[in-house]
């Protein structure tokens, strides 16, 4: 049908006949069509009785992408995905709409273009619960996070994003270049050389989802600063004119379902939210004022305690070395290396003999740095070694670590880890990755295979699933890593990246041993004379003869 609408109306002189037929043939689709025209979706000077008038008031394009938004809102509101409250995502859409056509209409842009952009604006991430269904229950996770935050979870929970996906949505769909291209780079629009309405775009749809997330957001405090100033730096906007816009969403999004017909949840009114924010500033404020006296208080004791710390970090990072594996010789299958960018890391590796022979290894990532990262790292190591001791397959022992972190977990914190069982007898290969950067299987003619993550990181679903991938080592060589090392600065400032490690990799003496090799891959970023971004951790598993 939206096929059919497009091709009648691809000039301004349409074929009225063929659409009035149109019309007849999806009826109640185009009644709600022209009631959201009517109900001033378009802005036209007048109530119209017809779709073919309104185009002759000049609203095709607008009528275009009214008519894409409700195919596409038809489309998506049919599934039904546990754990994601699509009552609530759609509102938050409105929101993002509203927002952006009242902020497109501040900069001269098309608002009905606007309007769509904002809509679709989270059908990304949409996409990827509906390719990985069982990470829909961390959707209020997602929601109650600042817009930023958010799009970092995503790397982290799918190792893709929603800019990615909806890309690939609106290639599907073939969605307006115009409107693909910024919803595509709405967070990364200084990335990508873009024209000025696309850039223009861009930005309204990045300040629209911080508009939106002060309705959703855990701190509003923070988000609606940030929101602010985004409107003023951005948009021009005086304080009184922000203010105005931020409390007008709820209505506009309460006008802008009923011409969709899409059921609502409560608003919380603007104005309840900000005294909530400026409540927690204050007492945020008194607490920070009370602090502050203590540490006046304190000032004397400083150089004391600055020493005691350094003697305490000092010793923590020794105890944390002791729980790294000891160095062996250059026939055992397995080695490693870690780096800290700081006193203490919160990445870990791993490997340790069973009494049949087999060997067990890992690799592992503490979300977050500093002590907290530092000693759930120390508490996940442990764990690996103590359960992996009796349970026998490494995705049996990181569900089982998966729950027991969930039972634990703090701040949101959790681990992507790496795991694995070999069999040095047969080189037999058992791997799971779970939310880690994806290890590389070189064959001996320096072919990579890549070992993506099929489960989540550990700590955030208690019932999550963590397939595992098999196959025999034979002459090829297994190669784990941190995103510190793809992350990694080199020589010349740019970061190594996923080819860059690869393609190092392939180029190395092949007569070097595994320790060896990974010591060339470490010394990439030791030569740099910048400080380490990230902990660095490698471990490389290759069949001895």
């Known amino acids: 049908m939206l096929a059919q609408f497009l091709s009648i109306t691809q000039s301004a002189d349409a074929d009225n ?32 009785d017809s779709i073919a008038q309104a185009i002759s008031l000049g609203a095709l394009d607008g009528i275009r992408h009214l008519l894409q938004l409700m195919v596409i809102y038809k489309s998506f509101s049919q599934y039904k995905i546990r754990g994601l409250d699509q009552q609530a995502f759609w509102q938050d859409s409105l929101r993002r709409a509203v927002s952006a056509r009242m902020l497109g209409s501040y900069i001269g842009l098309d608002t009905s273009r606007c309007f769509l952009a904002g809509m679709m604006q989270d059908i990304g991430l949409f996409c990827l619960f509906l390719d990985q269904p069982a990470k829909a229950m961390l959707w209020p996770e997602f929601r109650k996070r600042e817009p930023q935050a958010r ?25 307006d270049e115009g409107i693909r291209l910024p919803l595509s780079h709405h967070h990364t629009s200084d990335q990508i050389e873009l024209s000025l309405p696309d850039k223009q775009l861009a930005d309204v749809l990045n300040c629209a989802d911080w508009m939106a997330a002060i309705y959703t957001a855990a701190d509003k405090s923070f988000v609606i600063d940030r929101a602010r100033k985004m409107l003023a730096d951005d948009f021009k906007l005086a304080r009184f004119q922000i203010e105005e816009i931020c409390a007008a969403i709820p209505r506009h999004v309460d006008k802008a379902a009923e011409a969709f017909h899409i059921d609502l949840q409560p608003h919380q009114a603007f104005s309840q939210i ?17 602090l502050t006296l203590r540490l006046e208080q304190a000032l004397e004791e400083r150089d004391r305690l600055a020493e005691e710390l350094n003697r305490e970090l000092s010793l923590a990072r020794e105890i944390q070395k002791s729980l790294l594996p ?48 530092a000693l759930l790292m120390a508490k996940a190591s442990s764990l690996f070694r103590c359960l992996g001791k009796r349970i026998k397959h490494p995705s049996e022992l990181l569900a089982e670590i998966n729950k027991e972190l969930c039972e634990t977990s703090i701040n949101g914190m959790f681990i992507t880890m790496i795991a694995g069982m070999y069999q040095p007898a047969t080189g037999w290969v058992q791997i799971v990755n779970a939310g880690n950067p994806p290890a590389l299987l070189f064959s001996a003619d320096g072919i990579a295979r890549e070992i993506e993550a099929q489960g ?15 196959f025999y080592l034979q002459d090829s060589s297994l190669y784990l890593f941190s995103d510190g090392v793809t992350e990694g600065l080199l020589e010349d400032g740019t970061m190594l990246e996923l080819g860059g490690l690869y393609t190092f990799i392939a180029t190395l003496d092949k007569n070097l041993t595994p320790a060896q090799r ?15 971004r990230d902990d660095v951790t490698l471990v490389l598993l290759e069949r001895q003869d």
């Open 274 to 290: 900000l005294m909530e924010a400026n409540y927690k500033l204050s007492v945020d404020n008194d607490n920070f004022q009370e």
């Open 17 to 48: 006949s063929r659409l009035e037929s149109l019309c007849d043939e999806y009826p109640v689709f185009f009644t709600q069509l022209l009631d959201a025209i009517n109900q001033q979706q378009l802005l036209l000077p007048v109530k119209v």
């Open 151 to 175: 799009y970092s979870m995503e790397e982290n929970v799918f190792a893709y994003n929603h800019e990615q996906a909806g890309d690939v949505f609106c290639r599907h769909w073939s969605i």
């Open 326 to 373: 000891p160095m062996r010789d250059d026939g055992f299958p397995v080695c490693g290396v870690n780096l800290s960018a700081r006193d203490l890391s919160g990445d870990f590796y791993d490997y340790f003999e069973l009494d049949d022979g087999c060997i067990y290894f890992n690799l592992g990532d503490v979300s977050g740095k500093g002590a907290n990262a």
């Open 456 to 470: 989540p990181p550990l700590g955030i679903m208690d019932n999550a699933e963590f397939p595992a991938t098999e």
């Open 518 to 532: 990974i010591q060339a891959i470490v010394s990439l970023f030791q030569s740099n004379q910048r400080a380490l």
